[in-house]
């Protein structure tokens, strides 16, 4: 236990304050605390990419930062991209190419892409791939996830299935 006062944050725009060991994992506080499942626990080791959020706008494995780490940083979830109301144009266009099989990998592919869209809003299909190349989809949806990510990117929907299937 690493016992430090409350720890400060902002969570999808709205500021917390917790009172909770520093060395708390902060995917334990999303989604026990502030009841934000977005982020999902695979592997718990940083290596999945399932419980991915963004941090300061930068991908970041939710099981393995500490409470301590993200003091007075910015977190964003998928809830805070989003909602079946107005969704991001990441989340719509991964429902518009059926890019899911069980769906256990999605939030970490969807923080993934659209802090890659943000840092580089047409990339290659290329440069999708080398992004998303440490988030696992063991259902092997990958070619429908990167044609997500480039119709996200403003890619025709035709190119972008002909240009993921090509490479
Ligand atoms: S659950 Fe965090 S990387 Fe796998
Ligand atoms: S869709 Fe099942 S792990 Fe990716």
């Known amino acids: 236990m690493n016992a430090i006062g409350p720890v400060h944050l902002t969570v999808n725009g ?7 060991p520093g060395d708390t994992k902060l995917i334990y506080v999303l989604r026990n605390d502030l009841g934000l499942n977005g ?6 080791l940083g290596e999945c990419g399932a419980c991915t959020v963004l941090i ?10 500490t409470l301590k780490t993200a003091e007075g940083r910015s977190v964003t979830t998928l809830e805070g991209l989003g909602n079946l109301e107005m969704l991001h144009p990441v989340q719509a266009a991964f429902i518009a190419a ?8 999605l939030n970490g592919m969807i923080m993934t892409a ?6 580089n809003p047409t990339p290659s299909v290329s440069e999708v791939r080398e992004a998303l190349r440490y988030n696992l989809c063991r259902c092997g949806t990958h070619v429908e996830i990167i044609r997500a990510v480039m119709t ?3 890619a025709r929907p035709e190119a972008a299935a002909a240009e993921a299937s090509a490479q």
């Open 152 to 154: 996200a990117a403003g």
């Open 14 to 20: 709205t500021a917390h304050s917790f009172d909770l």
């Open 56 to 65: 300061d706008g930068v991908p970041a494995r939710s099981c393995v930062v």
């Open 98 to 105: 059926q890019a899911a099989q069980c769906g256990y990998c």
């Open 39 to 44: 982020p999902k626990f695979g592997c718990g």
């Open 114 to 119: 659209t802090a890659l869209l943000v840092r």
